[in-house]
C-alpha cells in the first residue's frame, strides 16, 4: 500500500508538473522575470519549507519521534530490527541498480543513431520503452503471493535468468545481422548504395503519409 501511494502520488505530480510547466511557460516577462526564472520559483520554494518540516517532524529512529507513544515505538523497533539485512545484500542492490539503469540511456542513444528518419526513430524508441515497462506487469506474476517463500524466489530467480540468457542470445543474433549488413553495404558501389538510400532512408511523416 505504501509503494502503491508513493507511485501513484509520483505520477499524479508529473502530471500535475506538465499542466504548471505550461502555464508558467506564458508568464515571460511578469514581474520583470523570465519564464524560466518562474519555473524555478514555483517548483522550488515549495521545497523549503518541506524539508524543513521533514527535519523537525522525521525522527532518525523511533525512539526520537515525539508524536509516537512508548508501544508504538517499542512496534517500529522491533519491525526495524526484524526487517534488518546484512552489508553484502545493500551494496548488492546498489550494484544492481547501477548496472540496471545506466544502460537505459546507452540502449536509447544507440537507437535514436542507428534508426533513419525522424518518424521511425519517434516509433522506434517509442515501441522499445513501452516493451520495456512490461516488465512491471510481469514482475509480480514472477514472485506471486505464496506460503513456501523459497519455492517463490526459486522459480521467479529462474525465470529471471531464462529472460536474460534469451536477451543475451537476441543480442548476439542482432550484432551478427548488423555485422552482415554492414559489410554488404562496404561493398555496395557508390550508384548502388545511393539507390537503396532513396528508398529507405526517407521514413518520415510528411503530409499524412510516410514518405
Aim: glycine share 10%.
Amino acid at each position: 500500500m505504501r509503494f502503491a501511494i508513493l507511485f501513484g502520488a509520483v505520477f499524479a505530480a508529473g502530471v500535475l508538473d506538465d499542466i504548471l510547466a505550461y502555464g508558467i511557460s506564458h508568464m515571460e516577462d511578469i514581474g520583470g522575470l523570465k519564464n524560466w526564472r518562474w519555473l524555478f520559483l514555483f517548483e522550488g520554494l515549495p521545497i523549503i519549507p518541506l524539508g524543513v518540516m521533514t527535519y523537525l517532524f522525521l525522527g532518525s529512529i523511533p525512539d526520537t519521534v515525539q508524536w509516537l507513544n512508548n508501544c508504538e515505538k517499542l512496534l517500529l523497533t522491533n519491525l526495524l530490527r526484524e526487517d534488518a539485512g546484512n552489508v553484502a545484500l545493500y551494496v548488492s542492490t546498489c550494484v544492481a541498480c547501477c548496472g540496471t539503469f545506466s544502460g537505459i540511456p546507452i540502449l536509447l542513444s544507440w537507437l535514436t543513431n542507428n534508426v533513419g528518419g525522424r518518424t521511425k526513430r519517434a516509433v522506434a524508441v517509442g515501441f522499445l520503452v513501452g516493451i520495456g515497462q512490461i516488465g512491471g506487469v510481469l514482475a509480480p506474476q514472477v514472485y506471486p503471493d505464496d506460503d513456501d517463500d523459497e519455492l517463490v524466489y526459486r522459480r521467479g530467480h529462474f525465470i529471471c535468468g531464462g529472460i536474460i540468457a534469451i536477451s543475451l542470445i537476441v543480442t548476439f543474433i542482432l550484432r551478427i545481422c548488423l555485422k552482415l549488413e554492414n559489410d554488404r553495404r562496404i561493398h555496395l558501389s557508390p550508384d548502388k548504395y545511393k539507390q537503396e538510400a532513396a528508398i529507405t532512408e526517407p521514413c518520415d511523416w510528411v503530409s499524412g503519409k510516410l514518405q
